[in-house]
């Protein structure tokens, strides 16, 4: 089952701040977050286990919240480069760990 | 230089043929997926393999088919039961199952 993420789409100016979510309804062992460009591959992000740990690397950081199976993407200060679709990809027991992908959140940075 | 080829990068064929997609790694890791993006869905997993010979059935694995049979490939078929196999296929492999996964360039899958 696919776990949700929000916002669907969101529009920044550069220099601004976005949070996207992601939650399921299974327990979880891992997190993992990518970023797509159009027409692309999508590459990692980073990787949250379970243990409420947060991680991030620059500007792009995240939570990891195991007992409400949540987790948060965080991008401060948003650069152009930032713009693609974020996934989240969940990891639990009940898929053998192979990981269950979200829609995708799209997020725009404009100059 | 390490990593996942897919080919071909765009793919046609005529509806109700079988076509077969490629994908090898050259990361010496033992676990390979196949992934169907359409737009608006995310990624959604057709079949997964932990280790060779051996291979799981994901989310939307009916129309589907793969073999393991080295360890660097993880082809997938597309076959004509599957109702509507127009979209992006992405392959990816890891270390092991839960390890992070390091995606090929995809293949484009038309049928006409």
């Known amino acids: 089952q696919q776990p949700v993420q929000s916002p669907q789409a969101v529009i920044l100016r550069e220099g601004e701040d976005a949070v996207i979510n992601c939650s399921s309804s299974k327990a979880l062992y891992s997190v993992h977050w990518y970023r797509q460009k159009h027409g692309e591959a999508p590459v990692f992000l980073m990787i949250l286990l379970k243990g409420g740990e947060q991680k991030g690397h620059e500007k792009i950081s995240a939570s990891f919240n195991e007992k409400k199976q949540q987790s948060s993407l965080y991008l401060t200060a948003s650069q152009l480069s930032y713009s693609g679709t974020y996934f989240c990809g969940t990891g639990s027991s009940n898929s053998g760990y192979a990981l269950n992908f979200g829609k995708g959140t799209s997020l725009l940075v404009t100059p | 230089d390490g990593g996942i080829t897919q080919s071909p990068k765009y793919l046609f064929r005529k509806e109700g043929q079988n076509v077969t997609l490629s994908c090898e790694q050259n990361?010496?890791?033992?676990?390979m997926y196949w992934y169907r993006q359409d737009p608006g869905q995310g990624l959604r997993l057709i079949y997964y393999?932990?280790?060779?010979?051996?291979?799981q059935k994901g989310d939307i694995a009916e129309g589907y088919s793969v073999s393991r049979e080295k360890k660097e490939s993880f082809p997938l078929t597309v076959t004509s039961a599957q109702k509507n196999p127009t979209a992006f296929y992405l392959c990816?492999?890891?270390?092991?199952?839960?390890?992070?996964?390091?995606f090929g360039p995809g293949t484009r899958l038309t049928v006409l």
């Open positions: 393999s932990q280790i060779v010979n051996d291979f």
């Open positions: 990361l010496n890791h033992d676990a």
């Open positions: 990816a492999s890891s270390i092991g199952i839960g390890d992070t996964q390091y």
